[in-house]
């Protein structure tokens, strides 16, 4: 399956990356299922700076990526956050953010990457995610990439006023 799938890299993330980030928290398709502010635009472009400064300073938790394209495009960002070293696990976040490159593969061959990089690099033994039960693309997406499902979180999410049940999804590294 992995050979099927486009050419991915990911690499720290940059200040210039701020505009593409802030340019996609814009579009409420995008950021539909991200767990964001419920206003528009979720962040400023300084907030979105801020956020990246912390993101390279390693200073807020989280071990976030961008994703660029086998152009060399960045297309979207995945990350690592809510690290557990005592336990070896951590949640996984994706987001493709140029709709050009969604549906194509990208996600999947990006989350291969990432888990490869906490698997081996942060030594965790399982990556977890959360997903909206009504995000059906993401989740036959995990699905491909090998994520189980562990249960269902009820009322998880506050969306635009209503609770969301989200499903608790895991890979170990034994099943790589």
């Not at 990350?79 to 994706?94: F, M, V």
Request: net charge neutral.
């Amino acid at each position: 399956m992995q050979n099927k799938l486009p050419k991915v890299i990911l690499r720290e993330l940059l200040m210039e990356d701020a505009n593409d980030r802030y340019k996609w928290c814009m579009d409420l398709e995008v950021t539909r299922h991200l767990n964001m502010p419920d206003r528009t635009p979720p962040f400023s472009l300084d907030e979105t700076k801020g956020w990246i400064q912390q993101c390279i300073n390693k200073t807020n938790g989280y071990e976030q990526k961008a994703i660029l394209a086998e152009d060399s495009k960045h297309i979207g960002w995945v990350d690592l956050k809510n690290i557990d070293s005592l336990n070896k696990h951590a949640e996984l976040g994706i987001a493709i953010g140029d709709k050009n490159y969604c549906g194509k593969g990208y996600g999947i061959a990006a989350m291969y990457e990432m888990i490869s990089f906490g698997f081996q690099e942060l030594g965790l033994n399982k990556i977890w995610l959360r997903v909206e039960v009504d995000n059906e693309k993401a989740i036959k997406s995990y699905k491909r990439v090998g994520y189980v499902e562990e249960g269902i979180l009820r009322q998880d999410r506050l969306r635009k006023g209503m609770y969301v049940d989200r499903i608790r999804m895991s890979i170990l590294k034994d099943d790589m």
